[in-house]
Each structure stands twice: as C-alpha cells, then as structure tokens.
C-alpha cells in the first residue's frame, strides 16, 4: 500500500494535491488525500475510524525538518505523525487503524541527534505504527506512536505512566529477554495498549486487543500462523461485568477449535501488576503450551 502510494506521488507534480480511495481503511470515498512536495510526499486520511497518515521521501535525504514538529505537543524534539516505510511492515489492517511491526534495518536519522530505531518488542498495538527512538548515545530512549501516545518505564518506581500529548525525554525502556524458550509459542490478549507493552516488556507477545475493535478473523489472521496457543488476561473491569465478560469468553471460545487459549481472570489490569507477579503470572500460563 505505502508502494502504491509512492508511485502515484512519482506521477504528481511538485506541489499538487489529490484524493484518493484509501487503502488502508478500504473506505468507498476519496478520503485519502496525498500531496507531492519537491523530495518526499506526504498523505492523511481523514476518515475518523481510519486516520492512517505517513511521510513518504522520493529521495534518501529527504527527512522531515525539525520545523515540521508540532511544537506545540512535543515541544519541537520530535517529527510527528510521519511513518517510514524503510521501517514499517504493515501486518494487520482493522477497522481501528493500521497496526506494524518494526523491522530490524538501518536507523532512519530524523531530527537532530534523534534516530527511529528497531525495537525488541514485537507487540501490536490498536491504535498506530510506533517506533523506538534512541540519541546517539544510546542513553535516551523512547516509544513513539502516530498519535502521539508514549509510553514511560519509570524506575525506581516500576509503573508505566502514559504520555499523550506531550513526549519528551528522558526515557528509559529495560532491554527483554528472548532467550526465553516459549516466548513465541503464545500470545497474550490484553485490554489496552499499555499493559501490552509491560506485558511484552517481559519478553512475551501481547496483543492489545480486547479495548479496540478488532473482530475475530482479525485475530485469526494475527495468531494463526504465528502462535500455538492464545492466553486472555481479563482485568476486572472486564470479567466482572457480565456483558464483557460474555463478549470475550465468547471470542475465546470462537478462536478455540482454531487454537489452544487459555483464560486468565487477573486482580487488576497488567499494566498496575506488580512487575514480578506479572511475570509469574505470564511464565506459568505460557508453560501451559509445549515449546514447538
């Protein structure tokens, strides 16, 4: 899709703009509007369930300018709302927006001493592309998504804590361990985007799944033929109303005769758990499926 739209920008003249169908949403109107600029090109799609929006160079050099940040919510440090598609797969298209992962290439320079890099998390979150970011140091790190949603591990207190219109550094993101032999036999569904992220910052595949509206051939074109077996962490707040409880023991059940799943009733959302308990709780739940 990012092909398709880099070569219809090929065609445009400098400085033109057009609408087009976007692809990513799969929407009937041209709700996709994309304008060439001297060396790269830009596009957004304005449907509000979609809103996939990117920044496309023509030429290797041309990155955005650190004038081009929206100053007023990450006070100028950071380019926002552009993806790079040396760095983007696009994995999973649902009615909540574009989901990625992150490949291990090249840094992509951006502003300053800032790059994108790859990151070690594998998680899918609902609600945009995100990057890793680093300095050259490697003493700052960060986690950035298309609405400009951050995510902090604070240390010594070991709570994540939510950033959402404002990003700024210092960040500090603990390196995961994938020696782990069942790391990817499992996936764990969790409710929000934030508790996927502690959940993956474990070492363990987390999809955030149950707060967004991916339906259950999304799912299955996730999971099924890249795990053995699902494990869902209900929060409270989830399996303690009898409605959205129904709902995902109902997707649960659904996905079973696909794939092995397994329910877990939590005491309070992964993202407030304590991070050892957290632990123990997602090593004991992926030994439940044999390695392959």
Same mark, same amino acid.
């Given at each position: 899709m ?6 219809t920008?090929?065609?445009?003249e !400098?400085?033109? =703009?057009?609408?087009?169908q976007?692809?990513f949403?799969?929407? &009937?109107e041209r709700?996709?509007s ?5 060396d =790269? @090109?830009v ?5 509000? *369930?979609?809103?996939?929006k ?8 041309a ?7 929206k100053k007023?919510k990450?006070?100028?440090?950071l380019?926002?709302d552009?993806?790079?598609e040396?760095?983007?797969?696009p =994995?999973?298209h649902?009615?909540? @927006?574009l989901?990625? !992962?992150?490949?291990a290439?090249?840094?992509?320079l951006?502003?300053?001493n800032i ?10 979150i609902?609600? @945009? ?13 960060g986690?950035?998504?298309?609405? /400009?949603? @951050?995510?902090n591990w $604070?240390?010594?207190? &070991?709570?994540?804590?939510s950033?959402?219109?404002?990003v ?16 990817d036999?499992? +996936?764990?569904?969790v409710?929000?985007?934030l ?11 987390s999809?955030?799944?149950?707060g967004t #509206?991916?339906?259950? %051939?999304?799912?299955?074109e996730? +999971? ?6 699902i +494990? ?16 995902? !023991?109902s997707?649960?059940?659904q996905v079973?005769?696909?794939l092995? #799943? ?6 309070q %959302? ?5 991070? $050892? !308990?957290?632990? %123990?709780?997602? #090593?004991?739940n *992926? /030994? ?5």
């Amino acid at each position: 899709m990012i092909h398709d739209i880099k070569l219809t920008l090929v065609g445009m003249e !400098e400085g033109t =703009s057009i609408r087009e169908q976007c692809p990513f949403c799969g929407g &009937k109107e041209r709700t996709l509007s994309i304008t060439r600029n001297f060396d =790269s @090109g830009v596009f957004n799609c304005y449907r509000a *369930s979609c809103g996939a929006k990117g920044f496309i160079p023509l030429n290797p050099l041309a990155l955005p300018k650190v004038a081009a940040a929206k100053k007023s919510k990450i006070k100028g440090k950071l380019v926002a709302d552009f993806n790079f598609e040396e760095l983007i797969r696009p =994995s999973l298209h649902g009615t909540y @927006g574009l989901s990625g !992962e992150i490949l291990a290439l090249n840094p992509c320079l951006l502003a300053r001493n800032i790059e994108f890099v790859h990151g070690e998390y594998r998680t899918f979150i609902g609600d @945009g592309l995100w990057l890793y970011m680093r300095d050259f140091n490697y003493t700052t790190w960060g986690i950035y998504t298309k609405k /400009l949603v @951050g995510y902090n591990w $604070q240390s010594p207190n &070991k709570t994540w804590t939510s950033i959402i219109q404002e990003v700024d550094f210092p960040y500090y993101v603990p390196t995961i361990d994938r020696s782990k032999p069942y790391v990817d036999n499992v +996936v764990y569904f969790v409710e929000d985007p934030l508790s996927a992220l502690k959940v993956a910052q474990l070492g363990y595949q987390s999809v955030a799944l149950l707060g967004t #509206h991916f339906k259950r %051939d999304h799912v299955l074109e996730l +999971v099924k033929q890249k795990f053995k077996g699902i +494990v869902w962490m209900l929060d409270p707040d989830t399996w303690q109303n009898p409605a959205a409880k129904s709902k995902a !023991e109902s997707l649960a059940s659904q996905v079973g005769p696909i794939l092995q #799943h397994k329910i877990v009733y939590m005491n309070q %959302d992964p993202k407030d758990t304590d991070i $050892q !308990e957290l632990e %123990d709780i997602c #090593h004991r739940n *992926s /030994l439940f499926y044999p390695a392959r």
